[in-house]
């Protein structure tokens, strides 16, 4: 409940202590954040959030704190990218998509944490998705491109509008050196692919997990193992696909079959490639826009949803590219590491 009282001031009235907590953040970081970006004063006393300032000021920090009230009254916290996000969407008018984004839960982890994306590109990335037989998502870590996918095809699966869930990544570091490893080969390949395990894990739990692969029912490969097969009442999800050759995409591509989905995502900026080879995640961006059931979607520094420290990170190896003509991947000669 938001009440304007006396000129210059505004009072939120906040339903439990959780929420209270979710929308201060640790330490009060988050209303510290909102007075640095909108300029007014914020004070939280017991469940009442007091907002001062200017008209215009007050007008667009609570237009920010109702725009966030899907997260807070639900007690999950509020992130330094979910106050970003809300005040970029009411700066360029689009508050209807962020309420919109708000109600658009996916599914609830294993904690209990409710599922959704938390930017308007990471709405538009899950729709594309929804709507679309393939899908490409290129952007840099923290951007949710892989979990909002596994999200997404978990919930499917236990829609039962598809059969079977495949996640699969070329294993590109490993190479010819596969065989020195220890252990049987899925042993050998379990670091490249734990990543996929890890979001498993969060929504379905190890135990679950761990019997629907079993029962091969949720497949966790190399993408070797994809050649020569029709994947058929699947939905298929190709991680770290930067990694792959232009010839190894368009094998896989080509596996999709009968009431099949496919969802692809990597970052172009991470490609462990020789030096000057194409990756196929950039060839196949390029060649497949405008194609009819096919999403390109293409996720920024703006929508990292890990620690604050990553975005900064992320947007600082973009300065270095763009100064440097571009990144890695797109062709042209890269630093060996």
């Not at 000129?7 to 007075?35: I, M, N, V, W, Y």
């Not at 996929?196 to 091969?216: R, V």
């Not at 030096?275 to 996720?299: H, M, N, R």
Request: net charge neutral; with cysteine.
């Amino acid at each position: 409940m938001v009440e304007a009282t006396t000129a210059g001031r505004f009072l939120f009235d906040l339903p439990t202590p959780e929420a209270a907590l979710a929308l201060s953040g640790a330490s009060e970081q988050t209303l510290r954040q909102l007075e640095a970006l909108t300029g007014v004063s914020l004070v939280m006393r017991g469940l009442q959030l007091e907002i001062r300032g200017r008209p215009s000021q007050l007008e667009r920090a609570a237009g920010v704190v109702e725009l966030l009230r899907p997260f807070w009254q639900e007690g999950e916290s509020v992130s330094s990218v979910d106050v970003q996000a809300a005040l970029q969407s009411l700066d360029t008018g689009r508050h209807q998509d962020h309420e919109a984004m708000g109600q658009q839960v996916l599914a609830r982890s294993q904690r209990g944490n409710l599922l959704r994306p938390r930017t308007l590109r990471q709405k538009n990335y899950v729709e594309a998705m929804e709507r679309h037989d393939l899908t490409l998502a290129l952007g840099p870590a923290g951007t949710g491109k892989t979990f909002l996918a596994t999200v997404l095809a978990v919930r499917m699966l236990t829609e039962r509008k598809v059969e079977r869930l495949i996640l699969t990544r070329p294993a590109v570091e490993a190479g010819e050196r596969l065989g020195f490893l220890p252990g049987d080969l899925q042993q050998k390949v379990d670091p490249y692919l734990r990543p996929l395990y890890d979001a498993l894990h969060a929504l379905l739990g190890p135990e679950k997990t761990s019997a629907l692969l079993e029962k091969g029912v949720i497949e966790v490969a190399p993408l070797a193992y994809m050649r020569g097969r029709t994947l058929s009442e699947a939905f298929v999800i190709l991680d770290e696909a930067q990694n792959t050759t232009p010839a190894q995409m368009r094998m896989v591509l080509t596996r999709l079959g009968e009431r099949s989905r496919m969802v692809v995502t990597g970052d172009i900026t991470q490609v462990d490639l020789p030096q000057g080879q194409l990756s196929g995640l950039v060839e196949a961006a390029q060649v497949l826009e405008g194609v009819e059931g096919v999403a390109v979607c293409k996720l920024t520094a703006a929508d990292v949803v890990r620690h604050p420290m990553v975005q900064r990170v992320v947007e600082a190896y973009a300065r270095r590219d763009k100064a440097n003509g571009g990144p890695a991947g797109s062709g042209g000669q890269r630093p060996r590491r």
